[in-house]
T-cell receptor
């Protein structure tokens, strides 16, 4: 089954404790991205990756890191989480970031930073 | 300012009562407009892509249309299982494509 998986689905942590949210897709997609979704603000892109070893900032990259060492995986790293990073996070993938873009989203990771 | 606005924020319909959701945008160089459905606790699920004014796409009870300034998602004779949040997103720009999501319309269809 074609899908995007994220782990963990729920996470409660404390300020400053490094964490990683994993994302994996099995569709051989080149393009992957991370979004956060907050009430009243919609989905906002954090980082994206056009292919292995190619990453770039989205609209709200501050406080986040990513890496793309393999085509299928795109982890999101919070080196020193803060309460304003409490949010619902989605990973997405598509064949290419271009004219005919159809993104497949993961199930989401709900993060609470105390 | 590049912007995507969805209205209404929330809509309650009776089963069978047709209506439309609106997605208006102010961007330069539209490349595509996307509609997604999002159920509680899940990621958005792709519905349609529209590329140019006048284009229409249909899927079951849903029909999406596009003009130069807005898109409509028409829901004909909705059923309770159509209840969800509907998101639109706009892809625009030249060499550096940008994608903006609207904040969504929460649709509740009562039996």
């Amino acid at each position: 089954e074609a899908q995007v998986t994220q782990n963990p689905r729920y996470l409660i942590t404390v300020t400053g404790k490094k964490l990683t949210v994993t994302c994996s897709q099995n569709m051989n997609h080149e393009y992957m991205s991370w979004y956060r979704q907050d009430p009243g603000l919609g989905l906002r892109q954090i980082y994206y990756s056009m292919n292995v070893e190619v990453t770039d900032k989205g609209d709200v990259p501050e406080g986040y890191k990513v890496s793309r060492k393999e085509k299928r995986n795109f982890p999101l790293i919070l080196e020193s989480p803060s309460p304003n990073q409490t949010s619902l996070y989605f990973c997405a993938s598509s064949f290419e970031r271009g004219y005919q873009e159809t993104q497949y989203f993961g199930p989401g990771t709900r993060l609470l930073v105390l | 300012e590049d912007q995507v606005t969805q209205s209404p924020e929330a809509l309650r319909l009776q089963e069978g009562e047709s209506s439309s959701l609106n997605c208006s945008y102010t961007v330069s160089g539209l490349r595509g407009l996307f509609w997604y459905r999002q159920d509680p606790g899940k990621g958005p699920e792709f519905l349609f892509t529209l590329y140019s004014a006048g284009e229409e796409k249909e899927k079951e009870r849903l029909k999406a249309t596009l003009t130069k300034k807005e898109s409509f998602l028409h829901i004909t004779a909705p059923k309770p299982e159509d209840s969800a949040t509907y998101l639109c997103a706009v892809l625009y720009g030249g060499a550096t494509n940008k994608l903006i999501f609207g904040t969504g319309t929460l649709l509740a269809v009562q039996p």
